[in-house]
């Protein structure tokens, strides 16, 4: 079993449109949490951090539920410039980061 | 901001020939950095851990002696992929953290390798 695992997707929705990733992660000791976007063979990005108590950065909501060990990334009115594979990437007591295999997003006008 | 730079991003090699990979961090000192190796539509896999001055620790499944990792100074490390093979051909990407900049682990522009 993969250490953090997402739907691969892809996710295609119309511009406007929210959609909602999840990903899993099987290591309680994880100790913190991030959402990377990655464009087609560029390299990842962060996106944001995600927290127990949740955040917000305009238009994108991270969720952690550590009890469940899952991750979400929520994306409200989403643009074409959002199209991308998001990567669910947690990390224990080091700086290793682990990273899913990514939920790729396509969104059209 | 930060900066990490890797070069060249994209090289293409005979089979059996040696490629060296190097990634700097440009105004930081690190003395940890990161390579992970990215085959096309798989995830982001950590190869080793680059420590400044010692040697490097690898994950399991890496071999150390065709993946030879240098960090001989606080801003540049080296990958070598040596005796490449057609297998080997894929996207390396180095991080690396910033001494006191808070967690921010920030990533090199990747570099295409393609062995033929």
């Known amino acids: 079993r993969k250490e953090v695992e997402q739907d691969p997707g892809p996710f295609n929705v119309p511009e406007g449109a929210t959609v909602a990733f999840n990903c899993t992660y099987s290591?309680?000791?994880?100790?913190?949490f991030f959402w990377y976007r990655q464009d087609c063979r560029k390299e990842p990005k962060l996106l944001m951090s995600?927290?127990?108590s949740g955040n917000e950065d305009g238009r994108f909501t991270a969720q952690l539920n550590r009890a469940s060990q899952y991750i979400s990334l929520l994306i409200r009115d989403s643009k074409l410039s959002d199209s991308a594979t998001y990567l669910c990437v947690v990390n224990r007591r080091t700086d290793k980061l682990i990273f899913g295999t990514g939920t790729r997003l396509q969104v059209f006008p | 901001g930060a900066v990490v730079s890797q070069h060249p991003s994209r090289v293409i090699c005979k089979s059996g020939t040696s490629v060296k990979i190097e990634c700097r961090s440009l105004?930081?000192?690190?003395?940890?950095m990161f390579w992970y190796r990215q085959f096309p539509k798989q995830s982001l896999m950590l190869m080793a851990t680059s420590n400044e001055g010692s040697k490097a620790t690898y994950e399991q499944g890496v071999e150390k002696d065709k993946f030879l990792i240098n960090h001989a100074s606080l801003t540049l490390s080296t990958l070598t992929v040596t005796s490449a093979h057609p297998e080997d051909s894929s996207f390396y990407i180095c991080s690396a953290r910033a001494l006191g900049v808070g967690n921010t682990i920030y990533f090199g522009e990747g570099s295409w390798l393609t062995v033929v």
């Open positions: 105004d930081f000192q690190a003395t940890t």
């Open positions: 290591n309680s000791a994880s100790q913190s």
């Open positions: 995600v927290y127990s």
